[in-house]
Structure formats: structure tokens, C-alpha cells
Nanobody, 115 residues
Framework: QVQLVESGGGLVQAGGSLRLSCAASGRIFGFNTMGWYRQAPGKQRELVASITSLRSTNYADSVKGRFTISRDNAKNTVYLQMNTLNPEDTAVYFC?????????WGQGTQVTVSS
């Protein structure tokens, strides 16, 4: 089993920044992908960014140039640096891990951007 614990959400004004962290514990081995999804009220959960254990990254078009995903493999932690936030970024952000054919989710952290 793998457990994911997110931190770093909160309330920020438009144009501001936040950094999310996701610490993974448990059986983490081999090639894996960790990422962030978000879900706004009344909308489907969507991929924000992902990063493989080889540090290949993928971003949603809406966050390219503003968000940066990174990871520290020694700490089994993935980060999401979010800059130039706007109200459309308001959502619950979920950490996601794909390891050995299994998918794991964190409990989510709220990000609210005020205009």
C-alpha cells in the first residue's frame, strides 16, 4: 500500500503563488508517475501536471508557464509550484501516484484564489 499526504493549500489573491507538497510512504519501487489533479465545484477532475521517476513532465495547457512540478526521489515527495494564480485555479488539488499498475490518491487540499 502507498499513502499520499498533501500539504500547502490555502487562500491566496490573484497573481499570488502557492507551493503544494505530497509525501508518499509505503511500497514505492521502480518506474512510477506522480502527479496533481484538481477538481472544481461542478466540474470533472482534471490532470494538472505529472512527473515520472525519470523526471519527464507533462502539463495541462491551462497551467503551462505558470506551474512547475518537481520531485525529490530520496524523500518520495512531489511538489507543485503554482505562480500567477487566478480564480479559475480554485479547486481541490489531489496528489496521484501510479506505481506498479496501481493508482493511489491523496485526500486533497483546497486552493482558493480570490479576485
Amino acid at each position: 500500500q502507498v499513502q499520499l499526504v498533501e500539504s500547502g493549500g490555502g487562500l491566496v489573491q490573484a497573481g499570488g503563488s502557492l507551493r503544494l507538497s505530497c509525501a508518499a510512504s509505503g511500497r514505492i519501487f521502480g518506474f512510477n508517475t506522480m502527479g496533481w489533479y484538481r477538481q472544481a465545484p461542478g466540474k470533472q477532475r482534471e490532470l494538472v501536471a505529472s512527473i515520472t521517476s525519470l523526471r519527464s513532465t507533462n502539463y495541462a495547457d491551462s497551467v503551462k508557464g505558470r506551474f512547475t512540478i518537481s520531485r525529490d526521489n530520496a524523500k518520495n515527495t512531489v511538489y507543485l509550484q503554482m505562480n500567477t494564480l487566478n480564480p479559475e485555479d480554485t479547486a481541490v488539488y489531489f496528489c496521484n501516484a501510479r506505481i506498479g499498475g496501481n493508482v493511489y490518491w491523496g485526500q486533497g487540499t483546497q486552493v482558493t484564489v480570490s479576485s
